[in-house]
Nanobody, 123 residues
């Protein structure tokens, strides 16, 4: 079965950086697109970033473009989210997600989720 385990969250001051990691297991990692979602208290869940199965295509929420970078290391079965110039509005629980369809540019149905990692940005 597919398992996703996030790490790297924490408390950081505005303007700082964090790198989230998501280690995947249970299937051939390199065949599947991966993504990150987030949910802040009292707000709806939102898409943050996605990377294609090849790693050649990426997509971002407009408000994080130029600050966040998604990448993947297929040898380590891990996807990363490098977050720079963090703002208080980036405070949320961040979830690693993927789906069950091979060869996608981005996950579509979010079939699998990690447990989430808290990111708190103090202003």
């Amino acid at each position: 079965q597919v398992q996703l385990v996030e790490s790297g969250g924490g408390l950081v001051q505005a303007g700082g950086s964090l790198r989230l990691s998501c280690a995947a297991s249970g299937r051939t990692f390199s065949n599947y697109a991966m993504g990150w979602l987030r949910q802040a208290p009292g707000k709806e869940r939102e898409f943050v970033a996605a990377i294609s199965w090849t790693g050649k295509n990426t997509n971002y929420l407009d408000s994080v473009k130029g600050r966040f970078t998604i990448s993947r290391d297929n040898a380590k079965n891990t996807v990363y989210l490098q977050m720079n110039s963090l703002k208080s509005e980036d405070t949320a629980v961040y979830y690693c997600v993927t789906d069950s369809v091979v060869g996608q540019v981005r996950p579509v149905k979010y079939d699998y989720w990690g447990q989430g990692t808290q990111v708190t940005v103090s202003s």
